[in-house]
């Protein structure tokens, strides 16, 4: 028997419509059911079904490849990407397909995936991916552009946000409002860009002279139920606590902020709070979060236009864009007298006797 897409609908009881969204690797379906149909489809051998419904049939694949799942799932950036992205591949009269891949996909099925795609070309969401990822799209052989993510020292093409100098703009705003004891709020799930963002944070404390403080570091899950028990946790506790945060994020800004509401401290009047991404919920939160926006039309445009150049061979690869930063200044952080850090003698006492031994 030669079964077809409704035949699997009807052996796991679910919509055919769920089945073709799966046999196009389009979204709409979730994990546990998109694994039950590809495994229903293996164990009636109809793999054929992934070459008849033609999983794109379009020219630039926009690729969203997960990894840990949490940064790319909770509230995703790259949809404010999309719209940028999908115009002007449309203007140069390509067609656009979001592919949703897996880090734990077998080496075969990812294969497959790029085989029967027939893209000239794709944009990959790398929030999330570190360098060992890279492998699978090595053996790619249409160009790929990265997006979201520098890796440092590899030949490729990316575009990427320029995190260090929007930690500048924030902590020079905060530096300028008279706040000396910044905190830091920092996710758990580590990826490459919250990284970059807290080498930047802790290098211009640095420059600035002012002293990094692990009791001013929240750290918190990134998922929103993890967030808020972790804040509960740490405002729980009495403690003295910075006149400012600087988060890595705005969903960790914004969360934060409404914990502290709940245990008394005022922002920005108690603790003044800043974000990153300028993401929508920044206009809507009590006070408005002052933030760190990122030109997102720039950004997808540039993916798209260094993904046509090299489909067009106008370049042969290597290609590395950053995207700036602006500050987005609204209510929630507060001038304050600035008081200087307390110092810390022993720190003082060993850059002396440095000094006297140089």
Do not use: W
């Amino acid at each position: 028997m030669r079964y077809k897409s409704k035949d699997i609908a009807r052996e796991l009881g679910v919509s055919p419509a769920a089945v073709s969204l799966v046999l196009n690797n389009k979204p709409g379906v979730g994990e546990e059911l998109r694994n039950a149909i590809i495994h229903k489809i293996k164990e009636l051998h109809c793999e054929y079904l992934f070459k008849e419904d033609n999983i794109s049939s379009g020219d630039i694949g926009f690729v969203v490849y997960r990894c840990i799942g949490s940064i790319v799932d909770e509230y995703p950036f790259f949809n404010y990407l999309l719209e940028s992205i999908n115009k002007c591949a449309s203007e140069e009269g390509y067609k656009l397909n979001i592919f949703y891949l897996e880090q734990n996909m077998g080496t075969e099925e990812l294969a497959m995936y790029f085989r029967q795609a027939k893209c000239q070309g794709y944009i990959v969401y790398a929030v999330e991916m570190k360098e060992k990822d890279l492998k699978m799209f090595q053996k790619v052989k249409e160009p790929c552009v990265f997006l979201d993510n520098l890796f440092p020292g590899k030949e490729l093409d990316v575009v990427s946000v320029d995190n260090y100098l929007g930690v500048s703009q924030a902590m020079e705003h905060l530096y300028k409002m008279g706040h000396r004891e910044i905190g830091y709020i920092k996710s758990r799930i580590r990826i490459p860009s919250f990284q970059q963002r807290h080498e930047a944070y802790r290098d211009i404390m640095r420059k600035k002279g002012l002293p990094f403080r692990q009791e001013y570091q929240l750290e918190v899950g990134y998922l929103e139920e993890e967030t808020y028990k972790d804040a509960k946790l740490f405002f729980s506790e009495e403690r003295k606590l910075p006149t400012a945060f600087f988060a890595e994020n705005d969903l960790l800004a914004c969360r934060i902020a409404c914990v502290m509401k709940e245990y008394g401290i005022q922002v920005p009047d108690d603790v003044s709070v800043i974000g990153f991404d300028d993401r929508t919920i920044c206009n809507y939160t009590q006070p408005k979060m002052t933030t760190v926006a990122i030109a997102k039309e720039d950004m997808g445009l540039a993916a798209i236009q260094t993904l046509l150049s090299r489909i067009r061979h106008e370049y042969s690869g290597g290609r590395r864009t950053m995207i700036s930063t602006k500050l987005m200044i609204r209510e929630s952080v507060k001038r304050m007298e600035p008081k200087e850090p307390a110092v810390d003698y022993a720190q003082k006492h060993k850059k002396g006797l440095e000094d006297l031994l140089n």
